[in-house]
């Protein structure tokens, strides 16, 4: 019985792990490795196995650092079951043709530059058509539902805490003459008491734990404290005649700052400005939370019920076309806007930036982790000066950060988790060097724990 560690292990993205025993190979995850392009296109091409020897996939989310390498997959020959969440599974198709469009548009703008070059023409990771092949393979099913899996497997989803449709797994892989071997998939873990999900479900009696470890070593602010810490830095902004700018991710994110929005306005606690939700992709997912009541939590429903439809309100405008768009971005008067993305990379929010920069009056708010050189990170370290769109602004916005926002457990969520889980051995992947090893050396020291730390394409024996 071996697990194979072929990606997300010592980074935190591109999750891939391949289970293999006497009488199957199964696949958990196929997310997309982000970085820089050369080494992003090699690392994704190379699966680490052969697409004809596994023979399920279970997929933990709708992330696409777990789901977004799944049409390669599909490219390659993979014909059998995709298991995940009937949420994921309705996510999957946003997220999976945005990724497609992307690869396809990325490879037609650099053939452009091969074309005159007389160089051999740039093939994308995958197409829309690898995209819909792999989508036809996905087979939905409910937390808590046993699901056996081919060579006598068993697994069991559970609520993760962490986006719509995550789970966690519970897998029961059998071994002749012995009990099961009992191992807990943490493939990401959220928090406690955050808008719109119900909390993490507690996975207990393990044997190993493989579990994420983004946030190993640090700490967030209590997520009770969301909805004050967004109420007052509307406010502020708002109160001087200002629009709120606030970047998001449009899975996830987007749908809390709605939700928290939608409180506020039910308490009267700020002005009753336009909220405008300027991404297509944030939309769409948007209507996936309308229709996933069953997914989301009580106090979810109890608003819902005061107030009527929250992602799809009266209240809150969808931007369907650039032209939209562009009247939000020339209209000078105060509003809140949510626009893609995250991290101020790419997409309308950067139209809205260029516009918006110079106002004194503005908030930049930030919700969400700024990557290290990225747009997002260069205004959180209030740089006087930005390029967006390769011109050159004099950054006179205020900008903020609101630190309560994350999806991912901290060191505290994450040991309270793996010590509740009573496992023997543990395994942490998805989380950078520093942040693996001081969380490894919490468990080992706290709990005496066998705290391993594999790379990317280690093989282990779990027998």
């Known amino acids: 019985m071996k697990w194979h560690f072929l990606g997300g292990a010592d980074t935190v993205t591109g999750s891939r792990h391949v289970l293999e025993t006497d ?60 298991h995940a969440t009937s949420a994921t599974a309705d996510l999957l198709p946003i997220m999976l043709h945005d990724s497609a469009h992307i690869q396809e548009a990325d490879a037609a703008y650099l053939n452009q530059k091969t074309n005159r070059q007389g160089l051999d023409p740039i093939v994308p990771l995958y197409t829309t058509a690898d995209a819909d ?24 989803h559970v609520d993760a805490g962490h986006i719509l449709g995550a789970a966690l797994a519970r897998l029961e892989i059998p071994r002749p003459g012995r009990s099961p071997l009992r191992v807990g998939l943490v493939f990401d873990l959220g928090r406690y008491n955050l808008p719109l999900l119900n909390d993490p479900v507690q996975i207990k009696d393990v044997d190993i734990v493989i579990s994420e470890s983004t946030y190993g070593n640090r700490h967030h602010d209590n997520a009770l404290n969301e909805e004050n810490d967004l109420r007052t830095a509307v406010n502020r902004a708002l109160d001087r005649g200002g629009k709120v700018l606030i970047p998001t991710f449009a899975l996830g994110r987007a749908q809390e700052i709605v939700y928290l929005l939608a409180q506020l306005r039910a308490e009267k606690a700020i002005p009753d400005v336009p909220v405008y939700l300027d991404s297509p992709m944030a ?29 799809t309100a009266k209240w809150l405008h969808f931007t369907e076309s650039v032209d939209d768009s562009k009247a939000v971005t020339n209209s000078d008067k105060p509003a809140i806007v949510l626009a893609a993305s995250g991290m101020c990379e790419h997409g309308r929010i950067l139209h809205h930036l260029k516009h918006g920069i110079e106002n004194e009056q503005n908030l930049i708010l930030l919700v969400g982790y700024q990557a290290v050189h990225t747009l997002g990170r260069r205004l959180q370290e209030k740089q006087p000066k930005v390029r967006i769109f390769g011109d050159e602004f004099a950054v006179k916005a205020e900008i903020d950060t609101l630190h309560a926002f994350s999806a991912h457990a901290d060191r505290t ?18 989380g950078e060097q520093d942040q693996r090893e001081s969380f490894a050396d919490l468990l080992r020291d706290q709990l005496k724990l066998d705290v391993h730390l594999p790379a990317n394409g280690e093989v282990v024996d779990f027998d």
């Open 133 to 156: 092949a792999a989508l036809q393979l996905v087979q939905p099913h409910q937390y808590e539902t046993p699901v056996d899996l081919p060579g006598g497997v068993r697994l069991v």
């Open 413 to 430: 969520e994450l040991y309270r988790y793996i010590r509740a889980a009573k496992p023997s051995r543990v395994f942490l992947v998805h």
């Open 283 to 311: 939309q769409a997912i948007s209507r996936v939370f309308e229709k996933s009541k069953a997914y989301l939590d009580d106090e979810y429903r109890d608003l819902r019920g005061q107030v009527g439809s929250i992602m």
């Open 23 to 82: 009488r199957t190979k199964l696949l958990f995850d196929c997310g997309l490795f982000q970085g820089r392009r050369k080494e992003a296109n090699e690392i994704n091409r190379n699966l680490g196995f052969d697409p004809a020897e596994i023979a399920a996939m279970v997929l933990s989310h709708a992330h696409i650092d777990h789901c977004g390498n799944i049409p390669t997959l599909a490219q390659k020959g993979y014909r059998n079951p995709i």
